[in-house]
């Protein structure tokens, strides 16, 4: 069944009866949410899409191909003006935007996880978090105390701002 069915694809693609063809190329730029492609002896796809469609979108999923990746590139109806990438051999980043736009993050860097939930966030990597980080700054920061002719000095003057600012961590981050 299935070599049948391709038979006929491949048959159709030679007939010109489809309207839709696949290209390869490497990514040569990169800008907002289109890219540039180089298909070696074929002329260059500009302002291939990112998405769907270009437009303004409540909510995507956005993958952002590395330059100089290699992309598979849909071309719709033989307009090589309505290209759009199928697939990446690498990622430079992801994009995901919710609806109402409020919850929108990127991932970017292997190791590293952004998590934003309920408004609040969680960036940590394999071996340490941000808000464990500045709490442990600000605990850090509380506990000094500085030698002096008459002795060690006492805690900070401003220990309850700093106090306060690890209190606010708790708005931001999960």
Do not use: W
């Given at each position: ?10 048959k159709?693609?030679?007939?010109k ?18 890219c ?21 979108l409540?909510?995507?999923l ?17 307009k090589?003006e ?34 934003l ?15 464990g980080?500045i ?16 002795g ?5 003057i ?17």
């Amino acid at each position: 069944m299935f070599d049948e069915l391709f038979i006929q694809a491949v048959k159709g693609i030679i007939n010109k009866e489809m309207n839709a063809t696949i290209t390869i190329g490497t990514v040569t730029s990169v800008n907002s949410n289109v890219c540039d492609v180089d298909r070696n002896n074929l002329p260059e796809l500009v302002d291939v899409r990112l998405n769907a469609v270009q437009d303004e979108l409540e909510s995507s999923l956005t993958i952002v191909p590395k330059i100089g990746s290699y992309v598979l590139c849909g071309i719709i109806e033989g307009k090589e003006e309505e290209a759009f990438v199928i697939s990446t051999s690498e990622i430079e980043k992801i994009i995901i935007q919710f609806k109402g736009g409020d919850e929108k993050f990127e991932f970017s860097q292997a190791g590293l996880s952004v998590v934003l939930k309920s408004g609040k966030f969680d960036i940590k990597n394999e071996q340490e978090d941000l808000k464990g980080i500045i709490s442990d700054l600000i605990d850090t920061i509380n506990q000094l105390t500085v030698t002096t002719g008459t002795g060690p000095s006492g805690t900070p003057i401003n220990a309850p701002a700093f106090v306060q600012i690890k209190q606010r961590l708790a708005n931001l981050f999960n």
